[in-house]
């Protein structure tokens, strides 16, 4: 089993002298963007903690019956976050709930672990829940918190823990592990430029085809929208904001694609040498340089970014904010 943490390997280095020189922390924020590897790291320090192969370095093995348990999902020890299924935010009696539980003593192993899945959507009152257990925290219990960045994180909260600030992966090393499992050169090269340095989205398009199949669809909307009228744009508000409310993640997912598409859209109007992710609709968005201004690219980009960064993070009205968004967006 081993760390199988591509790209990451200071973060791998610094938790495996943590290990060997008994420095756990009690907590870690570990931070970057979706699909970065944010939860593979944390899945595989879970099992390290918790091996029980003799050899050290040898941790994780991936063949004790710890390394199995929790490669299944069936851990004792190993806790996980369930977001609200309407807004996707953690809610403070589930934060409760999982303090409590974490407190307990280990049913079969050296640590508790609990695992806290985009920690950045709980509201600030969620967030106080942690903080008993980071003030006072029991001898066996080790938080792991996930969150895209700093911003909605309470300062309480990420000063009482251990940052690791996961970054892109270059394109050149994401590249390399594409052909290391057994992409083609010239479609490790795409995914690699498509990934923008999220190297878990590389691995993940590559295993499974819907995922390009599902970027394709949304750029396409994409499309829809800057050619449409206001009538046209308001109904895809609407359909967002309905798809929203099943899964809000799904509106983020396709606000990144958008914003990378909007990136490479500004560069190619202002002739930047920088070449754009989205290698494979360069003749599309040429097509749109030679209809917009640079300002209104960057408008677009500016919008989308507000939207995603910003208004999602808040009790705002979706719909509205969406209707807004897309009437910033220039007509083609």
Request: include cysteine; glycine fraction near 4%.
């Amino acid at each position: 089993m081993g760390w199988n943490v591509e790209g990451h390997d200071w973060a791998v280095n610094f938790l495996r002298a943590s290990l060997r020189h008994g420095r756990v922390r009690h907590a870690y924020l570990i931070t970057g963007s979706h699909n970065i590897g944010k939860s593979t790291l944390a899945h595989a320090f879970a099992a390290a903690l918790n091996c029980t192969h003799e050899d050290e370095a040898r941790r994780p093995c991936g063949e004790c019956s710890s390394c199995k348990r929790l490669r299944s999902g069936n851990h004792p020890d190993v806790l996980y976050t369930v977001q609200d299924e309407r807004s996707g935010a953690l809610r403070i009696d589930t934060l409760r709930a999982l303090m409590r539980d974490l407190a307990l003593k280990p049913f079969s192993s050296r640590y508790r672990v609990a695992i806290l899945h985009d920690f950045d959507h709980a509201q600030p009152r969620a967030q106080d829940a942690l903080l008993k257990t980071l003030e006072e925290p029991a001898s066996h219990a080790v938080l792991l918190v996930l969150a895209q960045g700093l911003e909605n994180v309470l300062p309480t909260i990420r000063s009482r823990c251990q940052w690791l600030p996961l970054r892109p992966v270059p394109t050149e090393q994401v590249r390399l592990a594409l052909v290391g499992r057994g992409a083609s050169p010239e479609q490790a090269t795409l995914l690699a430029r498509l990934s923008s340095g999220r190297i878990g989205w590389a691995i993940a398009a590559l295993e499974n085809p819907v995922v390009l199949e599902e970027r394709d669809h949304i750029l396409n909307m994409l499309g829809e929208a800057v050619r449409g009228c206001r009538a046209v744009r308001f109904g895809i508000a609407d359909t967002l904001k309905r798809e929203a409310e099943k899964d809000r993640d799904a509106l983020r997912y396709l606000l990144e694609i958008w914003q990378t598409f909007w990136r490479d859209v500004l560069l190619l109007a202002q002739h930047s040498p920088v070449k754009p992710c989205n290698t494979d609709r360069v003749v599309e968005m040429q097509q749109w340089v030679q209809r917009i201004q640079p300002r209104d690219a960057q408008r677009a980009l500016l919008a989308t970014r507000r939207l995603l960064y910003t208004t999602l993070a808040t009790n705002a009205n979706v719909l509205l904010a969406l209707e807004t968004m897309l009437l910033d967006y220039p007509y083609v």
